[in-house]
T-cell receptor
Framework: TQLLEQSPQFLSIQEGENLTVYCNSS?????LQWYRQEPGEGPVLLVT?????EVKKLKRLTFQFGDARKDSSLHITAAQPGDTGLYLC??????????FGAGTRLFVKA | ETGVTQSPTHLIKTRGQQVTLRCSSQ?????VSWYQQALGQGPQFIFQ???????GRGNFPPRFSGLQFPNYSSELNVNALELDDSALYLC????????????FGNGTRLTVT
């Protein structure tokens, strides 16, 4: 069974701080995605990483795919209250199913 | 471009009843996947429909069933509801079944009492 473990489960920080959240698995994935979900809404895709070692930047967010394509990280620089939400990593193994981790719930205090 | 829409937004049912949830896929998308998200958890894959056929299924019992229509909209049916079926049910459409990015609706919040 493929599992994606995310850490930490919950993070509460002050505005302006930096943070990193992690997504780990013992399985290899053909791609990993990061989604953000706000209360009462569905997840929204932030990025897809495909190549081992790949780094993608989206404004203050930096995403990295591990060399072995088993793990990924999301780093946020100078967090803002608008970054508050549930961050989900999701993996594809080349099949029909995308599996999700349990998420990291981020709260950024003003 | 119309996004994924789900109905109803909220639903309360009694244990043992049956429920039907509906999803309209994003324009141009032929694949619909359904997920169950319990409180505090990530979405769990229920099944996927591609061109009106079930294309794969997660670890859910047969009382969870679905349909996809010629316009690629979809239904999720759950029979003999149990208390543990209380969750947010998310529908996601994608361009194709083969690892295309998922576009989610805002879900249906089902409460079983």
């Amino acid at each position: 069974t493929q599992l994606l473990e995310q850490s930490p489960q919950f993070l509460s920080i002050q505005e302006g701080e930096n943070l990193t959240v992690y997504c780990n698995s013992s399985s290899v994935f053909s791609s990993l995605q990061w989604y953000r979900q706000e209360p009462g809404e569905g997840p929204v895709l932030l990025v897809t990483v495909v190549t081992g070692g790949e780094v993608k930047k989206l404004k203050r967010l930096t995403f990295q795919f591990g060399d072995a394509r088993k793990d990924s990280s999301l780093h946020i620089t100078a967090a803002q209250p608008g970054d508050t939400g549930l961050y989900l990593c999701a993996g594809d193994n080349g099949g029909f199913k995308t599996i999700f981790g349990a998420g990291t719930r981020l709260f950024v205090k003003a | 471009e119309t996004g994924v829409t789900q109905s109803p937004t909220h639903l309360i049912k009694t244990r043992g009843q049956q429920v039907t949830l509906r999803c309209s896929s994003q324009s141009g998308h032929n694949t619909v996947s359904w997920y169950q998200q319990a409180l505090g958890q990530g979405p769990q894959f229920i099944f996927q429909y591609y061109r009106e056929e079930e294309n794969g299924r997660g670890n859910f019992p047969p009382r969870f069933s679905g349909l996809q229509f010629p316009n690629y909209s979809s239904e999720l049916n759950v029979n003999a509801l149990e208390l543990d079926d209380s969750a947010l049910y998310l529908c996601a459409s994608s361009l194709d079944f083969n690892n295309s990015p998922l576009h989610f609706g805002n879900g249906t919040r089902l409460t079983v009492t």
